[in-house]
């Protein structure tokens, strides 16, 4: 594996409560993503980070906000969680272009229910 | 496990057969590829990777097919095992200098003993 772990594995929560997702990683990796995976879409990524406190948006990055303080962690906060947030969070690393290969690894995700 | 896909292509190949899954890709500038697979439950995993300067790539049981000229990929799995049962991922790097990847939907590939 990555390195990767997630917390929480499982999560549900009500419409309007904010929710947070915590990525972890072992490797001191530069990059870290966070994707959703929603079924007929695949991964879309949500936002991602090149170094402590430099992050950007992604494709779907509307409702979510994140934070990269310490290499080790990146943090995925949803400020007001919506029905539509329902999804499988998954967290991925990369060191860049190692060895020639622009390759993420990936974390066990996490599956978020907003009643 | 956590459901990837009600929606996917789907592919049956009997044990011991080979499997194709194709995947159409959708920026022409893309200039880097990998597959990935994942498994019920789990997050994705490479598989293999190519890049454009390349039409064939061969790793262990699997070789990755580039066409350019439609932007097509494909994975080709050799003597499938239950193991192989799992959901397929294409991804595209526009820019190998860019360490974002766009996903594909997904194809779910099974078994058949």
């Known amino acids: 594996d990555a390195g990767i772990t997630q917390s929480p594995r499982h999560k549900v929560t009500e419409t309007g409560t904010p929710v947070t997702l915590r990525c972890h990683q072992t490797?001191?990796?530069?990059?870290m993503y966070w994707y959703r995976q929603d079924p007929g879409h695949g991964l879309r990524l949500i936002h991602y980070?090149?170094?402590?406190?430099?992050?950007d948006k992604g494709e779907v990055s509307d409702g979510y906000s994140v934070s990269r303080s310490k290499t080790e962690d990146f943090l995925l906060t949803l400020e007001s969680a919506t029905s539509s947030q329902t999804s499988v969070y998954f967290c991925?690393?990369?060191?860049?272009?190692?060895?020639?290969?622009?390759?993420?690894?990936f974390g066990p995700g996490t599956r978020l229910t907003v009643l | 496990g956590e459901s990837v896909g009600l929606h996917l292509p789907t592919l049956s190949v009997q044990e011991g057969d080979n499997s194709i899954i194709n995947c159409a890709y959708s920026?022409?500038?893309?200039?880097?590829f990998i597959w990935y697979k994942q498994e019920s439950g789990k997050g994705p995993q490479f598989i293999i990777d190519?890049?454009?300067?390349?039409d064939k790539r061969q790793g262990q049981r699997v070789t990755v097919l580039l066409n350019k000229t439609v932007k097509h990929l494909s994975l080709q799995i050799a003597a499938t095992q239950p193991g192989d049962s799992a959901v397929y991922f294409c991804?595209?790097?526009?820019?190998?200098?860019?360490?974002?990847?766009?996903f594909g939907t997904g194809t779910r590939l099974t078994i058949i003993p």
């Open positions: 190519i890049r454009s300067n390349m």
């Open positions: 490797e001191n990796h530069r990059y």
């Open positions: 920026n022409s500038a893309s200039d880097y």
């Open positions: 980070s090149y170094g402590v406190k430099d992050t």
């Open positions: 991804a595209e790097n526009l820019d190998f200098g860019n360490e974002k990847l766009t």
């Open positions: 991925a690393n990369s060191p860049g272009l190692a060895g020639g290969r622009n390759e993420q690894f």
